[in-house]
């Protein structure tokens, strides 16, 4: 790949965004007021704005490998809080994706070194699902499977936060989990039923 592509690709993505109007820059130095904070997988072949059409400051984005909210990241948590407590954004979305290389590395019995920490979680979602999961004789649909959990048990994670239980009192912020077929690039919604979690984990987790 040569980089000097990436300054002339830069040079012409700027012309066609002063196309569609002449104040573009000026509009966009103002500030941002995204509506969504997404979190997805680093994987290259996930893209956050392109594959739901979105442009520049239309979504908070945070990536890491296997879209993971954990309540020990640091870097995870200030997101969420600044996102929902300061950003106000009214839908948070966990978007996993088939395929998916952390998904896969934590279903094998395989020493990955400091990986290892981080695919823990995916593990311990595992775990916590395993008689569905070993009940699945296919491996790529098991594999599947264990991507949509996964997705599933980030959002309880984000439900977990005292700034989503607070956002959806005052507000009525909505949570998702969606995955990404990088087979056919469709975006299918799971459907979590954000609201019987937020009920049923409130029970324990209630923090505000
Ligand atoms: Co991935």
Not at 43 to 71: C, K, Q, W, Y
Not at 104 to 116: F, P, R, T, W, Y
Request: hydrophobic share 40%; net charge negative.
């Amino acid at each position: 790949m040569n980089l000097d592509n990436v300054f002339k690709n830069n040079e012409a993505w700027i012309k066609r965004q002063l196309a569609t109007s002449e104040t573009y820059f000026d509009d966009l130095g103002k500030g941002q007021s995204p509506e969504l904070l997404y979190i997805g997988c680093s994987d290259s072949r996930v893209t956050a704005e392109d594959l739901m059409g979105l442009g520049p400051g239309e979504v908070f984005v945070h990536r890491n490998i296997a879209n993971m909210v954990s309540g020990t990241d640091f870097n995870a948590m200030s997101v969420v809080e600044y996102a929902v407590t300061h950003l106000k954004v009214n839908h948070v979305v966990v978007c996993g994706h088939y395929a998916c290389g952390g998904v896969k590395a934590a279903m094998q019995s395989a020493d990955l070194g400091v990986l290892n920490g981080w695919l823990r979680n995916i593990r311990d979602v595992y775990r916590i699902h395993k008689d569905e999961l070993n009940a699945i004789t296919d491996e790529e649909e098991k594999y599947d499977r264990l991507v949509e959990l996964n997705v599933k048990e980030q959002c309880v994670n984000l439900i977990k936060t005292a700034a989503v239980q607070k956002a959806y009192r005052d507000r009525g912020l909505k949570v998702h989990g969606w995955v990404f077929d990088v087979h056919t690039g469709k975006l299918i919604d799971l459907k979590i039923d954000f609201e019987k979690y937020l009920k049923d984990i409130m029970e324990i987790y209630h923090l505000d």
